[in-house]
């Protein structure tokens, strides 16, 4: 007969509750190793986020010691000959570069005839008939009554566009172009680099506005505007018999300054990407502040870094 081996009390056979216990701890490990893996990155997440919101609170700080900055060389005058000017200062590890200009070469939406109007979205490429009507619609949108001029909107054309009705007052922002019937997103994004809310005289320097805010100008022809454009860099010896040339009529031009300045300041850091921020500054003799900020918008550029 074979002989029995005896087990102690402290030696048992494995039995089936032993493989159970087994496989339950080895489900805890396997959950316990995801669980960490998923709080390393949430915490990785997190931190990134926080590093991300650090640098662009930085970058708005930077930004607004060069709003001051601009603000300042608008006071110090020493804009006021060329309509523009440029500093460049090293602020809490970053460049910060302001470049200021006045916006009396742009064609202002709350002051400009509807001539202009009609003769900027021509040069942006719209057929006659559609760029009369997107100027007329621009001038009933921002006047104070609901009488529809010819081509025009008011209230009535509104219903069932998806678009609040006219404001019958002053645009605030450039980007409320947006706001006017029959104007697509594309057609503002083209029309924005030569309209402005600074410049409510109305009137455009020709010695400092874009070709296109040039053919803008009635009166003008290509031919006229090139040979302008090119007497202009080398320098006009005569300002009233250059304007003569371009053929635009005095009703539409003036050399003097507006109440607006465009500051436009770039924050590139040592590490990360650059971020460009654009101001509308206000310059008034008679306000009590030193100037009025009307907006600010910003945006991050292409640059190294994350």
């Known amino acids: 007969m074979a002989a029995r081996r005896h087990l102690g009390p402290l030696q048992r056979a494995p039995g089936p509750r032993t493989g159970s216990a087994l496989l339950v701890v080895l489900v805890m490990l396997g959950m316990i190793a995801v669980l960490a893996a998923v709080v390393g990155r949430v915490v990785g997440g997190t931190a990134r986020d926080l590093s991300t919101s650090v640098a662009s609170e930085r970058a708005f700080v930077a930004a607004r010691a060069g709003l001051e900055l601009a ?28 470049d200021v200009v006045n916006e009396r070469g742009r064609i202002d939406l709350n002051g400009a005839p509807e001539e202009l109007f009609a003769g900027l979205f021509r040069a942006l490429g719209e057929e006659g008939e559609r760029a009369d009507a997107i100027a007329a619609r621009i001038i009933d949108w921002r006047d104070p009554d609901d009488e529809v001029r010819a081509g025009g909107a008011e209230v009535g054309a509104y219903r ?3 678009l609040a009705a006219p404001r019958n007052g002053p645009f605030v922002h450039p980007l409320e172009l947006g706001s006017v019937l029959d104007v697509p997103p594309a057609l503002v994004q083209r029309a924005l680099p030569y309209v402005t809310v600074g410049n409510p005289f109305g009137l455009v320097d020709p010695f400092v506005a874009d070709a296109v805010v040039l053919q803008a100008l009635p009166g ?25 040339q371009l053929g635009a009529s005095d009703e539409y031009v003036s050399q003097d300054p507006a109440p607006g300045w465009r500051a436009t300041i770039t924050v590139t850091p040592t590490r990360g ?17 030193p100037y009025r900020v009307l907006y600010m918008l910003d945006e991050v550029l292409a640059g190294d870094g994350p």
Do not use: C, N, Y
């Open 220 to 244: 003008t022809s290509a031919s006229r505007i090139d040979s302008f454009l090119e007497e202009r860099q080398t320098g006009l010896p005569d300002s009233e018999l250059a304007v003569v």
């Open 71 to 98: 603000g300042l060389m608008l006071r110090s005058g020493e804009l006021e000959m060329l309509g523009a000017g440029t500093r460049t200062v090293a602020l809490d590890g970053a460049t910060v570069t302001i």
């Open 273 to 289: 990407r650059p971020r460009r921020f654009v101001a509308l500054l206000v310059d008034r003799e008679d306000d009590t502040r």
């Open 160 to 162: 069932g566009s998806g």
